[in-house]
């Protein structure tokens, strides 16, 4: 029916008459990406790369397949296939899009019947991204247009530009021109198509609070902003949280390009899921367009190894002079084995698979140190490791009252590369542990009173140094407890009550400490 024809036009308008042709580039490829809101540009961290912003392919360390299925109503279905390759620094991406519809009702000038036809378009795409630089990402697409409007053909050719800059594993930042070129031509008469700037923000605060990235489960937010050029610009926000290792939840909201005033406000949501086992991955996105019905997408793709790696180059050095320190490297995580540093404390590892990786280092007289690293393909990754002296070190302190200012009565347990404990005095307040390995310890105070609350807190302890802290304890927030708080105050070396607050300075030790 022309009617089908006619839904899928206004369905991938911005907004008024639009002068530009072949809507079917209008059409957002993919469920992921769909589900998201339609936001992907920031992201591009699968093969939807090749569609969205040609530059994540960069990014790629896996050959991947993907076949996905666009059930429109009115008997309009789309297709698409799609495929990644490594190619020299980066990938290379080989696209397909194929849009259809039957039953178009043909009538001549006297409105007679004349039967049926088949409307038929898609497009077929080439893109390569790479990386430039350590953080930034590059890449570029051609199309070539086919378009059979019931008799009506069209050919035509356009490209694609995309940047995605990476400052951090946790953000990225991408921008696109997509549809790019001279037009389509239907009968010698050039059209021209309907090009697009698109700028994507994602944000993965998981991989920001957790460096391991591993015991959290991931979550992404995405938001994307493109304008049409002629057009009004239009917004997208979407989010995938990561429930399982293999089952992914994603929703977001699209303002535009489709007129969502007229299709009401159900038409904003978007929602789907992803399901992953061993290579294979199964992902589902609903699009509703209001009164007009709902949409489904739905793909299936496959990953397989490619033979991708980065680089690290390791720095260790010494804690507060910055000289380097030779040590033994113990990767572990993606990476086993052991290595040794030269005489300027680095050492570069190269053909490391992508991930996380966990380096410790250990060198005579100094303790341990570990670092996590994001391996990422394509790109030296730099690593320092700070190490501190070992030996001894002592640990002076003293509790106080933070409202009064008194000296306060506690047991202090200390427990680190070595246990001990002691209980202070009222008179006094303060503590000394002596001999102390150096090394990180937790300090746990508990008041020899209801009126006080306990604390926990670390502190590091040097070698040859005296490390002295300040802690102040909260008093319980009851009325009990106020009505016994003294009226008056015991001022030990603070000006006024907002001094009372917790510190830490270290010093030299005599030899003999």
């Known amino acids: 029916m022309v009617l089908n024809l006619l839904l ?122 790479f990386r430039p630089l350590d953080r930034l990402l590059a890449g570029a697409s051609v199309k070539g247009i086919y378009d059979n409007l019931v008799g009506e053909h069209g050919y035509g050719a356009a490209g694609d530009v995309g940047v995605l800059y990476r400052p951090t594993p946790w953000l990225g930042i991408g921008a696109t021109g997509r549809n790019l070129g001279p037009g389509i031509w239907y009968d010698a008469v050039r059209w021209p198509l309907p090009a697009e700037l698109r700028i994507g923000l994602t944000l993965s605060p998981t991989l920001l609070l957790n460096r391991y990235a591993n015991s959290l489960p991931r979550l992404r ?82 990953d397989l190894r490619a033979e991708v790696y980065g680089n690290a180059l390791i720095e260790v050095r010494e804690f507060g002079t910055g000289r380097p320190v030779p040590a033994r490297l113990m990767p ?29 280092a250990e060198a005579d007289d100094y303790l341990p140190a570990s670092e996590s690293v994001l391996i990422e393909p394509h790109r030296t990754n730099r690593v320092l490791l700070t190490v501190r002296k070992a030996g001894q070190g002592s640990l002076w302190g ?52 209801d009126e006080l609350l306990g604390r926990d807190t670390t502190v590091t302890v040097e070698a040859g140094r005296l490390t002295s802290v300040t802690l102040c304890l909260d008093r319980q927030r009851t009325a009990a407890a106020h009505d016994k708080e003294p009226q008056t105050t015991v001022n030990r070396g603070f000006t006024n009550l907002d001094e009372y607050h917790d510190s830490i300075e270290t010093e030299s030790l005599p030899a003999n400490e």
């Open 221 to 302: 937010l995405l938001a994307d902003a493109a304008l049409d050029f002629g057009e009004r610009p239009h917004f997208h926000l979407g989010g995938e949280y990561d429930l399982h290792s293999f089952l992914s939840l994603r929703a977001g909201g699209r303002f535009g390009p489709q007129d969502w005033r007229t299709l009401g406000w159900t038409s904003i949501i978007t929602a789907g899921i992803g399901l992953r086992h061993e290579a294979f991955s199964l992902d589902y996105a609903l699009v509703p367009y209001g009164g007009l019905g709902l949409t489904h997408r739905l793909s299936l793709s496959l």
């Open 398 to 449: 003293a509790v106080y009252d933070r409202a009064s200012g008194r000296a306060v009565a506690a047991r202090v347990l200390c427990r680190g590369p070595a246990t001990d404990s002691l209980t202070t005095e009222d008179s006094e307040g303060s503590f000394t542990f002596r001999k102390l390995p150096a090394g990180e310890y937790a300090l746990s105070l508990v008041p020899l009173t």
């Open 8 to 129: 899928l036009t206004f369905l991938t308008l911005p907004g008024a008459a639009d002068p530009t042709a072949f809507p079917l580039l209008r059409v957002p490829v993919g469920p992921r990406a769909c589900a998201m809101g339609e936001s992907f540009t920031g992201l591009a961290d699968d093969v939807g790369a090749i569609f969205w912003n040609p530059a994540g392919l960069g990014q790629l360390t896996r050959v991947q397949l993907s076949l996905s299925h666009h059930e429109w109503f009115g008997g309009t279905r789309d297709e698409k296939l799609a495929g990644t390759l490594p190619l020299g620094p980066g990938f290379i991406g080989f696209g397909a899009v194929y849009s259809g519809v039957g039953g178009i009702e043909l009538r001549d000038p006297e409105n007679n019947p004349g039967g049926t036809a088949y409307s038929q378009s898609g497009y077929a795409i080439a893109s390569y991204g």
């Open 332 to 360: 572990e995580w993606v990476h086993q084995g052991m290595a040794r540093t030269d005489a300027d404390g680095t050492f570069r590892l190269e053909g490391i698979e992508p991930g996380w990786l966990k380096l410790t």
